[in-house]
């Protein structure tokens, strides 16, 4: 069973920047990818980033490119989300998952932390 809990949401004005961690436990290989995906109020979740363990490969949403980076320590098995320019539209739980091969719906991935707001103030 594959654990993930995930730390470093809180409050930031506009324009500021927050990191978030996501520490795994459990039978994680170098073929996992892991991702953060997002839930805003009345909205469905949705893809933010992912990254390959094995690689180090990424993709990202549109709508955090360039202002998002993500990364991962493979030898504490943890990944990061650090988020830059941070804007209102921001303002979410942030979840992090993982699963074996490629994909950006949140129905490929199995195993998902609890989550942590982030909230971005105008």
């Known amino acids: 069973q594959v654990l993930l809990v995930e730390s470093g949401g809180g409050l930031v004005q506009a324009g500021g920047s927050l990191r978030l961690s996501c520490a795994a436990s459990?039978?994680?290989?170098?073929?996992?990818?892991m991702g953060w995906f997002r839930r805003a109020p009345w909205k469905t979740r949705e893809f933010v980033a992912n990254?390959?363990?094995?690689?180090?490969?990424?993709s990202y949403a549109a709508s955090v490119k360039g202002r998002f980076t993500i990364s991962r320590d493979n030898a504490k098995n943890t990944v990061f989300l650090q988020m830059d320019s941070l804007e209102p539209e921001d303002t979410a739980i942030y979840y992090c998952a993982a699963a074996e091969g490629w994909g950006t719906l949140p129905s490929v991935y199995p195993y998902w932390g609890q989550g942590t707001q982030v909230t971005v103030s105008s």
């Open positions: 459990g039978p994680i290989n170098s073929n996992y990818r």
């Open positions: 990254i390959l363990l094995g690689d180090s490969s990424t």
